[in-house]
């Protein structure tokens, strides 16, 4: 049976929801992991990637001096283990960005997301992204997918440096201040249990995707519906 949401503006989150965690942990961080040294030490001067640095020897309990090869080896275990950190995720965002623009790597997202998402915002829906992804990465993922530019279908992007954590209501809040809507007029999609009760701690709509083989697959969603494909979803313009 479909789900049908009435919604002012859909916030999707990527991972596990428009896209394979498995693209992600494999392309996406093969193309990272090799150029995670040199770019912290080619890049030392942009402030967002020295703040990084700094978070990265905080979090990791690293001393102030810590080589650029302590570092990365934080990082790397990080990628080994998904861990969501803002500072990794703004280094991958970066490098991943240049990955983009010289056309080395190109986006996933699964069979059944693009068709939905044209057809929704056809419609009269808006369409936004809350990702842990860093919006430097967010941009270029929609502009390189496999079926074109989707950024004319984008109203806005948010990373948990612009929003906040995604398993934090306040951050859904910012971004429904941002957004101009009423919480109740948004309807989140995503994978995860926990981001799922932080919508909804904030009153938004959810919908939780449980998609075989994924991370998430068949875990507790609590009492949101829970659905496996955006085909399962009809998407209604308020
Ligand atoms: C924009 S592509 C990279 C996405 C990424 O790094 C990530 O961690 C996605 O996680 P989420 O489930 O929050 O979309
Ligand atoms: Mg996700």
Redesign the pocket.
Known sequence: MTLRITATTLVL?????TSAAGF?LGD?YDYARPRLGAWLDDHAADPAIAAAREQVVADAGLSEDAATEQIVAVLVRWMADDV?ATPL?TI?GQI?AEGFARGEIS?HFFDDVIPRLRAWHAAGVRLAVF???SVA??VP?FRHSPDGDLTPLIVDYFDTVSAGS?KDPASYTAIRTALGDDAGSLVFFT??PDEVSAAVDAGWQVVAFSRPGEPWFEADFGDVPVVASFDDVEVVAA
Do not use: A, M, R, V
């Open positions: 989150d990527l991972e596990g929801t992600i996406l969501k995720k991958q991943w986006s990702s842990s992804g990465s967010q993922w995604k994978d995860h």
